[in-house]
Structures are given as C-alpha cells and as structure tokens.
C-alpha cells in the first residue's frame, strides 16, 4: 500500500503538517518495501484550489491513502473519487502515523 502523509518540508523525517492543500510536502510510503520518497506539493502556493490540486497530485502518484489533519470537502471528493482513503492524525512522525494506519488507530476522515 502506498501512503502519502502530509509534512512540513519535502525530506522523508520532516514534521507532520495537519493542513493537506497546504503542506509543504508530502511523504509517500509504500508499507510492502519500506521506500520512502518526499515530494514538494505542488499547490503550497496556489492562489485557490490547493487541496484539489493536491488531491489531484497524490491520486496521479498512485497513493491508496492519505494522512493529514483536515481535508476540505473538494479536495475530499477528488480523493475519494480516486478510491483514495482518507484518515486524520493530530501529529507524529512519518513511521509512526503509517504504524497506527496499519494498527487500524487513526480516524477516517
């Protein structure tokens, strides 16, 4: 499975950021070989529209999940429209927030 969660900068041990359209960055997962890669979000900026820009980005990098603090309603429709799972964490390192999805510990959003 792969899982994007939502960070402050684009390096896999960068802080969890709860804003999803506006996180800086975003740690992708793959939970089968451990890899790990930070990409920059591409919609940090975005005059309007950044969760769905987002949402968009992460569904094209073939995500199955994501976890962040909040989603809008757009940005949640396109995920969800993508068959991407939606959850919610109040904080925690990349590791740690992909061992409580595995858990079955977060909340879906």
């Known amino acids: 499975m792969k899982v994007a969660i939502s960070v402050t900068a684009p390096k896999v041990n960068a802080a969890f950021e709860s804003r999803f359209g506006r996180a800086a960055a975003f740690?992708?997962?793959?939970?089968?070989?451990?890899?790990?890669?930070a990409f920059r979000n591409p919609a940090a900026n975005a005059p309007g529209g950044a969760g769905v820009q987002a949402a968009?980005?992460?569904?094209?990098?073939?995500?199955?999940?994501?976890?962040?603090?909040?989603?809008?309603?757009?940005?949640?429709n396109v995920l969800a429209a993508a068959g991407v799972r939606m959850y919610q964490a109040g904080g925690g390192k990349v590791a740690e927030l992909v061992e409580r999805l595995q858990q079955g510990a977060l909340d879906p959003a």
């Not at 740690?27 to 890669?37: K, P």
């Open 56 to 76: 968009e980005f992460l569904a094209g990098q073939g995500v199955d999940a994501v976890i962040s603090g909040a989603f809008g309603p757009k940005a949640h």
């Open 27 to 37: 740690v992708i997962v793959d939970t089968e070989t451990n890899d790990q890669e």
